[in-house]
């Protein structure tokens, strides 16, 4: 069986903007956990800086994730936050222990 394709996705809002994007990332799970190929999509925020967020997302494959990131759900989310975001950052890493 193929090691799952782990991604950590930081996302920061922009201060004023905090409750927009934590309710629209919150509106990402449900969806997101019906995909196939989706093992683990948890979603944290920061306790010293409320306005970081991050994904903890484990998938099946490379190719099911960029179906993923291809989704209209994902797409509606970008378009619903456009400028409330201050920065992204997608990180795919491999566990090594």
């Known amino acids: 069986m193929p090691t799952p394709l782990t991604i950590i996705a930081n996302i920061e809002a922009k201060a004023d903007q905090i409750e927009l994007v934590k309710t629209e990332l919150l509106k990402l799970i ?4 019906l995909e196939e190929g989706c093992i683990q999509y948890d979603l944290h925020q920061d306790n010293n800086n409320p306005a970081l967020f991050t994904f903890v997302e ?3 494959s490379h190719e099911l994730l960029q179906k993923h990131l291809n989704s209209p759900h994902l797409k509606m989310y970008v378009q619903t936050t456009e400028g409330a975001v201050a920065s992204f950052t997608l990180n795919e890493i491999t566990k090594i222990a």
């Not at 449900?30 to 956990?33: D, F, I, K, L, N």
Request: without cysteine; hydrophobic residues 30%.
């Open 30 to 33: 449900e969806p997101t956990r």
């Open 58 to 60: 484990n998938w099946a």
